[in-house]
């Protein structure tokens, strides 16, 4: 094995010195490039990628998240004056994110720049992600900053436009909760829901849920919501409204979909009454205290006798003359009393309140929906013999009716306060079609370039490996045909390179056929054997 291991180097050797000076140099160079690039190649994938979390922060933000990433650990760079901060390891950039949403540091930050901000080995579908990401942040910072709102927590629901001639038709969705510093007029109410409408492809008003922190439903996207009322109106949608919120987070737990459509009667006639009530403060009385009491007494008596008329002056006239009866005399008294009682008063003013709502008169009406799933990669199996998954969806597509138990429609009533409730349930069909497996060529760009490095290294040593040769060994070699086999190898012809070098150099030309000769020993060992043997035997036999 040592002899096999020495000889093949020697053969490399050889072979090595036998190329001319312009293809070693060539050689080399190609050599020292590919080493040069396999050592940068496994110095790119084996190095930490670093990744840049945030641009163009604020310094206040940039400290929040220097506070968050110190306190977790987590090894960064600041660049641009404090205002970008850099992850020195890439890997942790999703578990950042993570854990500084969950601190909510910094408070948004995340531009345009970040949803564009794209490297080589990002797929469509991150993309798509990071942009819609951006969209939610943006919604969310943009109603955080309008009157009475804290803060806003958005969820979007875009379905992926596989098709651009099918785009148009697709249909999206849109939560929101509202942590509110007051009670939102329903103006402001309708103007979140519409602003949200205008800034989402696809998004309708009717496809919108608005709730606060405190699970009251805001607008669940009926289209009576869309106008401003004013008076009466907005005391019926108010009222609507929160019997409607109540029917919604008694069913939200159970049914996946819920509709309401409520008829309440508002009483809006007024009417005023006073009243005043006296009574004795002593039980079993009819009259009050007594608190003050006057009493006049007067006595008169008269005389009747004839005589001149009662005057200051003298009667100057004749006297006329009556007939009268005998003197008589008569005497009177009287006496009054005036008594103040003192009673206890009520008085007593009602009034009725307006917009109160009749619930012996009022009606509800609850439509329940509990998702189907059907999954086109579980059911294709099944389905019958020629049919399609499409032909199965037209097929399938109508709700079917289900029960609703007394419970649920108890539960209605108690919660509403109103009696005349319906519910009705169904179950709704939602397909889900397989999802088309899509080539990316930019997944596949790294493992390309490892393969075209691969061939190049499996060329340059299929190049420059020497082919083993193969000896075949004779019996018997005459003297003649080892000479003349020697001869051919000494008088070889060399390169054009060699000729010119040893033109003029006859010594040289001497070591070059003794150099050759040596070669020949070397490389078939056997045959010179062979011809030392036909020579000692011509020698012996002479």
């Given at each position: 094995?040592?002899?096999?291991?020495?000889?093949?180097?020697?053969?490399?050797?050889?072979?090595?010195?036998?190329?001319?000076?312009?293809q070693?140099?060539?050689?080399?160079?190609?050599?020292?490039?590919?080493?040069?690039?396999?050592?940068?190649?496994?110095?790119?994938?084996?190095?930490?990628?670093?990744?840049?979390?945030?641009?163009?922060?604020?310094?206040?933000?940039?400290?929040?998240?220097?506070?968050?990433?110190?306190?977790?650990g987590?090894?960064?760079?600041?660049?641009?004056?404090?205002?970008?901060?850099?992850?020195?390891?890439?890997?942790?950039?999703?578990?950042?994110?993570i854990?500084?949403?969950?601190?909510?540091?910094?408070?948004?930050?995340?531009?345009?720049?970040?949803?564009?901000?794209?490297?080589?080995?990002?797929t469509?579908?991150?993309?798509?992600?990071?942009?819609?990401?951006?969209?939610l942040v943006?919604?969310?910072?943009?109603?955080?900053?309008?009157?009475g709102?804290?803060?806003?927590?958005?969820?979007?629901?875009?379905?992926?436009?596989?098709?651009?001639?099918?785009?148009?038709?697709?249909?999206?969705?849109?939560?929101v909760?509202?942590?509110?510093?007051?009670?939102?007029?329903?103006?402001?109410?309708?103007?979140?829901?519409r602003?949200?409408?205008?800034?989402?492809?696809?998004?309708?008003?009717?496809?919108?849920?608005?709730?606060?922190?405190?699970?009251?439903?805001?607008?669940?996207g009926?289209?009576?919501?869309?106008?401003v009322?004013?008076?009466?109106?907005?005391l019926?949608l108010?009222?609507?409204?929160?019997?409607?919120?109540?029917?919604y987070?008694?069913l939200?737990?159970?049914?996946?979909?819920?509709?309401?459509?409520?008829?309440?009667?508002?009483?809006?006639?007024?009417y005023?009454?006073?009243?005043?009530?006296?009574?004795?403060?002593?039980?079993?009385?009819?009259?009050?205290?007594?608190?003050?009491?006057?009493?006049?007494?007067?006595?008169?008596?008269?005389?009747?006798?004839?005589?001149?008329?009662?005057?200051?002056?003298?009667?100057?006239?004749?006297?006329?003359g009556?007939?009268?009866?005998?003197?008589?005399?008569?005497?009177?008294?009287?006496?009054?009393?005036?008594?103040?009682?003192?009673?206890?008063?009520?008085?007593?003013?009602?009034?009725?309140?307006?917009?109160?709502?009749?619930?012996?008169?009022?009606?509800?009406?609850?439509?329940?929906f509990?998702?189907?799933?059907?999954?086109?990669?579980?059911?294709?199996?099944?389905?019958?013999?020629?049919?399609s998954?499409?032909?199965?969806?037209?097929a399938?597509?109508?709700?079917?009716?289900?029960?609703?138990?007394?419970?649920?429609?108890?539960?209605?009533?108690?919660?509403?306060?109103?009696?005349?409730?319906?519910?009705?349930?169904y179950?709704k069909?939602?397909?889900?079609?397989?999802?088309?497996?899509?080539?990316?060529?930019?997944?596949?760009?790294p493992?390309i370039?490892?393969?075209?490095?691969?061939?190049?290294?499996?060329?340059?040593?299929?190049?420059?490996?020497?082919?083993?040769?193969?000896?075949?060994?004779?019996?018997?070699?005459?003297?003649?045909?080892?000479?003349?086999?020697?001869?051919?190898?000494?008088?070889?012809?060399?390169?054009?390179?060699?000729?010119?070098?040893?033109?003029?150099?006859?010594?040289?030309?001497?070591?070059?056929?003794?150099r050759?000769?040596?070669?020949?020993?070397?490389?078939?060992?056997?045959?010179?054997?062979?011809?030392?043997?036909?020579?000692?035997?011509?020698?012996?036999?002479?």
């Amino acid at each position: 094995m040592e002899e096999t291991v020495t000889q093949v180097s020697n053969q490399l050797t050889q072979r090595w010195n036998d190329l001319p000076k312009k293809q070693k140099i060539q050689i080399g160079v190609g050599v020292a490039s590919l080493l040069i690039a396999i050592v940068v190649m496994v110095f790119m994938f084996s190095r930490p990628q670093t990744s840049v979390l945030y641009r163009n922060l604020d310094l206040t933000a940039a400290a929040e998240v220097v506070d968050a990433l110190d306190s977790y650990g987590i090894a960064y760079n600041l660049l641009d004056g404090g205002t970008t901060i850099e992850l020195q390891n890439s890997d942790d950039l999703s578990r950042t994110k993570i854990m500084l949403a969950s601190e909510q540091v910094p408070n948004g930050n995340y531009t345009f720049a970040d949803s564009i901000d794209n490297s080589m080995t990002t797929t469509e579908s991150e993309k798509s992600a990071k942009e819609a990401y951006y969209e939610l942040v943006r919604l969310e910072e943009t109603l955080g900053a309008m009157s009475g709102i804290n803060s806003a927590t958005v969820s979007l629901n875009i379905p992926e436009a596989k098709n651009s001639f099918l785009a148009s038709d697709l249909v999206s969705t849109a939560s929101v909760m509202l942590d509110v510093r007051n009670t939102l007029s329903n103006e402001q109410i309708v103007a979140v829901a519409r602003y949200m409408a205008n800034s989402v492809n696809n998004l309708d008003m009717s496809n919108i849920t608005i709730v606060d922190t405190n699970g009251n439903l805001l607008y669940n996207g009926e289209t009576d919501n869309e106008f401003v009322a004013t008076g009466q109106q907005q005391l019926k949608l108010a009222a609507e409204a929160d019997i409607k919120s109540k029917i919604y987070s008694l069913l939200s737990p159970i049914y996946d979909e819920i509709t309401i459509s409520s008829n309440l009667i508002l009483e809006f006639d007024q009417y005023q009454e006073t009243r005043e009530e006296y009574y004795s403060p002593i039980e079993g009385s009819s009259a009050g205290l007594i608190y003050q009491q006057h009493t006049t007494a007067a006595e008169s008596s008269s005389l009747s006798d004839d005589g001149d008329t009662v005057g200051v002056d003298a009667n100057i006239d004749e006297v006329p003359g009556y007939v009268t009866g005998e003197t008589t005399s008569f005497e009177s008294s009287t006496e009054t009393a005036d008594t103040y009682y003192h009673t206890n008063r009520v008085v007593s003013s009602a009034s009725n309140s307006t917009g109160t709502i009749d619930y012996a008169a009022s009606s509800v009406a609850v439509y329940v929906f509990r998702n189907v799933i059907y999954d086109e990669s579980v059911l294709k199996d099944t389905l019958p013999d020629g049919m399609s998954w499409t032909e199965y969806k037209i097929a399938n597509a109508n709700p079917v009716a289900i029960d609703v138990d007394q419970a649920t429609l108890d539960a209605v009533r108690t919660g509403s306060g109103i009696n005349n409730v319906v519910v009705y349930g169904y179950e709704k069909p939602v397909f889900r079609d397989e999802p088309v497996y899509e080539i990316n060529l930019s997944d596949y760009i790294p493992f390309i370039l490892l393969l075209a490095l691969g061939i190049i290294v499996v060329l340059v040593l299929f190049r420059f490996r020497k082919q083993e040769e193969v000896v075949e060994v004779e019996e018997e070699l005459a003297t003649e045909t080892v000479l003349e086999t020697i001869a051919e190898e000494v008088m070889e012809p060399t390169t054009e390179e060699e000729e010119e070098e040893l033109e003029d150099i006859e010594l040289r030309e001497m070591l070059e056929t003794k150099r050759r000769i040596e070669k020949f020993v070397d490389e078939k060992p056997e045959a010179v054997a062979s011809l030392l043997r036909n020579w000692l035997e011509e020698d012996w036999e002479d």
